[in-house]
């Protein structure tokens, strides 16, 4: 879900818009046409940004499910005291300048750029999976879901909320949903239209 703006400015950079007007106008020699398109470096390129788009798709799609399963049937429904909160929206700018800019000035007209841009792609996923900036995303800010870290009574988390005045909750007992089942690290606030006390 994180990498949705990183692939989605690939995509935009790769894909030959020609061979798809050649693939809808001659529609029966596609088989050709996609062989002859995937010869070429950006012919590759432009598949890898392609099914890499639709995977990030699809997992927001199952994401945003899971969020609404998770809420609907209150999984792992607890109370928790919220004893420091930090907002984590300021993280999605630094996201943006970080990762996804330099990808656009790179060029890739030779072999040695496709290097550069892959372990660049690489580096960003490894730092994103050991960080908490894989929840950080601008996917989530478009939805108008905040991203929180939290310290409650039973350790740190992240907090996923809808709330935009959620710093109003310190202190409070608020109800919260596990996103990830068997793990704590991850939670949905539950208490948007609740009584806190």
Known sequence: MS???LFLVLFIKFFNYEFLVYCIKYWRFIDILFLLEIKTLNGVMGLISTL???ISLL???FILFELRTTEKKRIGQKKYT????QPRDRDILVYLV?????LISLDMDNFRDIIVLFVL???IFWLSMY????YVNPVMAALKLRIYAIETDLGEALLISKNDKFEECLGKKIICYRFI???ETVLIDGSRGQQNE
């Open 3 to 5: 990498y949705f703006p």
């Open 52 to 54: 890499l788009l639709v």
């Open 59 to 61: 997992s927001i799609l």
């Open 82 to 85: 919220i004893k420091k909160i």
């Open 98 to 102: 970080t990762y996804v800019l330099p």
């Open 121 to 123: 792609i690489l580096l």
């Open 131 to 134: 960080s908490d900036l894989l």
């Open 181 to 183: 089942r068997d793990k």
